[in-house]
């Protein structure tokens, strides 16, 4: 009974934190106090969401580590590690929501930090989300024509948000090369929120095209069904 309830809550939960996300990453939409109160829903929503998921911690010592098991361990484990990261570093420097945590942290550390792995949280969600959709969307059996010209349009997609990966300058902040965020405040809040989910886009299908190169090498060996 308790696993149907919590079958029901996760994709509600799943949902709520893309929103979030791209909400999150959207800064010169939002500005600062919004950004704050978004950062701490969050949090609070990532709670929620390893809790549901609580029996992954119990089977981490457990069973044998497959190609896709070790990937997906990996990408979870440093998933969590950019997100408590980022929480941290956004709560040292919180002048709304949160103001008597501020300077928890040297400020100039605090900042650098929290704009570099908010932009690897955003990337390893991204990539999260890519290795659990063949999994989602399995039951989905469109015709060859149909799967062909899906194929393509995703394809475009993902090199859409590769182009704005690179010309937004997301590298320069994700090896600390860029130290403080740049942002276009003239920019249309639609466009910020198109751009960001198509770098989205392109990780998850990253991580998607991860599931199906391990499923070519060897399926059932590499534990993928």
């Known amino acids: 009974m308790a696993d149907t309830k919590n079958n029901r809550i996760r994709p509600a939960v799943d949902i709520s934190m893309t929103a979030l996300l791209l909400c999150l990453m959207a800064y010169q939409v939002t500005g600062e106090a919004l950004h704050e109160w978004l950062g701490i829903s969050m949090t609070v929503v990532l709670i929620v969401h390893n809790i549901l998921n609580r029996k992954w911690y119990s089977s981490l010592f457990k069973g044998r580590y497959t190609a896709y098991r070790v990937v997906s361990t990996v990408v979870n484990t440093l998933l969590l590690a950019s997100i408590a990261l980022t929480a941290v570093c956004g709560i040292s420097m919180s002048s709304h929501a949160m103001p008597f945590m501020y300077g928890l942290l040297p400020i100039t550390f605090a900042r650098q930090f929290h704009l570099s792995m908010s932009f690897w949280s955003f990337i390893l969600m991204g990539y999260h989300l890519g290795l659990h959709l063949p999994a989602m969307t399995a039951k989905v059996k469109p ?14 997609m993902a090199g859409s948000g590769l182009c704005f990966f690179l010309r937004n300058g997301i590298p320069g902040y994700i090896f600390f090369r ?37 499923k070519a090498a060897g399926g059932k060996e590499n534990g993928i069904k």
Do not use: P
């Not at 015709?143 to 475009?156: E, G, M």
């Not at 942002?183 to 886009?201: G, M, P, R, T």
């Open 143 to 156: 015709s060859q024509a149909v799967k062909t010209v899906l194929n393509v349009i995703f394809l475009c």
């Open 178 to 214: 860029t130290h403080f965020a740049m942002f276009d405040y003239d920019k249309a809040a639609v466009i910020v929120f198109l751009e960001n989910l198509s770098v989205l886009f392109f990780f998850a299908f990253t991580g998607a095209n991860t599931v199906r190169l391990i």
